[in-house]
């Protein structure tokens, strides 16, 4: 979300375009197969001998003990001014043959790729925060026998990590690290928490493993990469038995000694409490940037929940603050703030407290800041009423940690906390990004995700074809993708701007967005993408903001907003 209305960041165009190929190699199955002699050419491929047989530009590389994928050593590269930290290597290859390079990284917008192929060199990228493994394939020229294989970050962004580089495929003759060995067996398997519908599990890293299996009876439900699962649809009241594997290349380990873990007797899917079964969201401005100036107490009556934007980050890591533009908002107090929110709760509405928003740079990292976060959000909720929080982090977020921080503020706020997301297209592409992972581990808690339908570039459907912004496909496409990733259709809301002046581009008409809510809800007012079935539970739609609406003369809540209480 905009403090100010912007314009289409530079970066979009070509890393879009790298995200929107990366995808459609991912989805077209073009990955080759390996060998039986095939193995990994990278040298140091885990950097536990430093920096050895690797090149940093600018010196922005250096190794750490902490965060690492596997092992005791990880890459850490810092991007600066106009270099975007490239650790490269030369790695011996045959001639006329298909590699696969892989790498686990973490960190805004993180690449991996191979140059000097002799034939299409080759790159993928992940703007996740949590560990994520990068996959591509390239195929040498005839008389290639070497490649670089390298990583890098973006400008102006903060440091990436990379661990567990692999270049698999023939023996290029040049040497390479020992074959990995299957894993130990997971220790320390623990139920974290449980709700009506959800058991939480955590457990220790496996040195060497890349990923863990989740069983429940005996039976496999989960893949991941970090040392913590949520296992949801489970049934209230009863008593299930978990175990978890560790894997890498090599194969996988025994199951872990099995932990027991009870649902709770009471709750229902989602949080939310009293939210209406189709709802409105709109974002409420604490700031002037143009639009129309307002109280709480001037917001059209169509919308359900008002989120107020924004909280900020603090000293403390991962705390948050709120203070009251009083100056900025024509002399608003902050006592007729607190009445106006309690006078819209009297009304049936939710106001809730949006972290984040485009500037907002809020870090949940750890235990230590999941806490922070939770404790500070929920005093905000005390000494203004918030019914409860919007995620809108556009740098980032931690799916472990920021999952684990929501879990906490569920436990300190009971059933009826709203929790809200508003991820940026490129968020929800695929359940393996850090947002979708977020929405899908707090899934019993959450009560809907407004994704951003604006400022994006092109991006694939849940068909595989691509879209473009402002289309009744782009809305219905895209949404597909969550719809048919995890969300309930009653978590799932769309996102966009209240006039031409609320974003930088992606506005459509009210029309095309009740088209796109037809479409969805009924299979009706579609454009070329039609769903596979219906979602008539949809939750409904969003718009930035509140204030550039009553700008427009409130046109669009006054268009969108019945249409949504009428699905």
Known sequence: MDRVTRTPRRRWAGVLAAAVTASVLSLTGLAGQAQAADVNNAKNAGYESGLSNWTCSAGSGTTVSSPVHSGSAALK??????????????????????????????????????????????????????????????????????????????????????????????????????????????????????????????????????????????????????????????????AYSFQVSATNSAGESAKSSAVTGTTTASGGGGGGG????HAVTGYWQNFNNGATVQKISAVQSQYDIIAVAFADATGTPGAVSFTLDSAGLGGYTVDQFKADIKAKQAA?????????????????????????????????????????????????????????????????????????????????????????????????????????????????????????????????????????????????????????????????????????????TKLTNCGSFKPSRTYPALRGAMTWSTNWDASAGNAWSNAVGPHVHGL
């Not at 139920?191 to 220790?204: D, F, G, K, P």
């Not at 009293?274 to 079964?277: G, L, R, T």
């Not at 485009?358 to 203004?384: E, K, P, R, W």
């Not at 809305?475 to 966009?496: D, F, K, N, R």
Request: glycine letters at 12%; aromatic letters at 8%.
């Open 348 to 520: 049936g509405k939710k106001v809730i407290i949006s972290i984040g928003g485009q500037n907002g740079t809020v870090s949940v990292s750890d235990s230590t800041s999941a806490t922070n976060f939770a404790n500070s959000v929920y005093s905000l909720m005390q000494t203004y009423g918030f019914d409860g929080v919007d995620i809108d982090l556009e740098n980032g977020l931690n799916a472990t940690y920021m999952s684990q921080a929501l879990r906490s503020l569920s436990a300190k706020a009971g059933s009826s906390l709203v929790i809200t997301m508003a991820p940026q297209t490129i968020d929800m592409q695929s359940t393996s990004n850090a947002y979708f992972q977020t929405a899908l581990n707090i899934k019993d808690i959450l009560t809907v995700v407004n994704m951003q339908y604006y400022n994006s570039g092109s991006m694939l459907g849940c068909d595989g074809k691509v879209y473009s912004q402002g289309s009744v496909d782009f809305l219905t496409a895209l949404a597909c993708i969550q719809l048919e990733g995890g969300l309930a259709p009653s978590q799932v809301g769309l996102g966009l701007p209240a006039s031409t002046s609320g974003a930088g581009s992606g506005y459509v008409s009210p029309t095309i967005v009740n088209n796109a809510l037809d479409c969805l």
């Open 77 to 238: 590269a810092t991007p600066a001014g106009q270099d975007f930290a490239q650790c490269s290597q030369s790695v011996a290859v045959k001639p006329n043959s298909t590699y696969t390079l892989s790498a686990w990284v973490q960190g805004a917008y993180t690449y991996i790729g191979a140059s000097g192929t002799g034939s299409t060199d080759v790159s993928t990228w992940t703007p996740n925060t949590t560990w994520t493994q990068l996959s591509t394939t390239f195929t040498t020229g005839a008389s290639t026998t070497s490649v670089t294989v390298w990583t890098h970050g973006w400008y102006g962004q903060p440091a990436y990590f990379a661990d567990d580089v692999s270049v698999f495929g023939p023996d290029g003759g040049g040497g390479g690290d020992p074959a990995p060995t299957v894993p130990a067996t997971p220790a320390g398997l623990a139920v974290s928490s449980t709700t009506s519908s959800s058991v939480s599990l955590a457990w220790n890293t496996v040195s060497g493993a890349t990923g863990y299996n989740v069983y429940q009876g005996g039976s496999k439900v989960q893949a991941v990469t970090g040392t913590s699962a949520t296992v949801s649809g489970l049934t209230t009241s009863t």
């Open 274 to 277: 009293s939210v209406p079964a």
